[in-house]
């Protein structure tokens, strides 16, 4: 089974930058198609960011659109998202998964990123 481990998260100021990192373990991670996701309190969690398992595409949901860069190092079994121009709205716990959502992996613990205005 796999196992994800979100880190990277902090608190920033609005405008500010942080890089999140996802470690996956087991043999697989390089030919899945991954992708972050968010959940704010009170909300339903979110996609964010997707990258293909080659990691030559990638896709953002449009609120994040120029702000945010997925990557990944299929060698280390790491995915990453560097966030840019953050805003109070970023705000949320980040985790990362398979695209398809038919068979996500076990969820980790996310990682807590809390911009101030």
């Known amino acids: 089974q796999v196992q994800l481990a979100e880190s990277g998260g902090g608190l920033v100021q609005a405008g500010g930058s942080l890089r999140l990192s996802c470690a996956a373990s087991g043999r697989t991670f390089s030919i899945i198609d991954m992708g972050w996701f968010r959940q704010a309190p009170g909300k339903e969690r979110e996609y964010v960011a997707g990258i293909w398992s080659s990691g030559d595409r990638s896709h953002y949901a449009d609120f994040v659109k120029g702000r945010f860069t997925i990557s990944r190092d299929n060698a280390k079994n790491m995915m990453y998202l560097q966030m840019n121009s953050l805003k109070p709205e970023d705000t949320a716990v980040y985790y990362c998964?398979?695209?398809?959502?038919?068979?996500?992996?076990?969820w980790g613990q996310g990682t807590q990123v809390t911009v101030s205005s």
């Open positions: 998964n398979r695209l398809n959502p038919t068979n996500y992996w076990p």
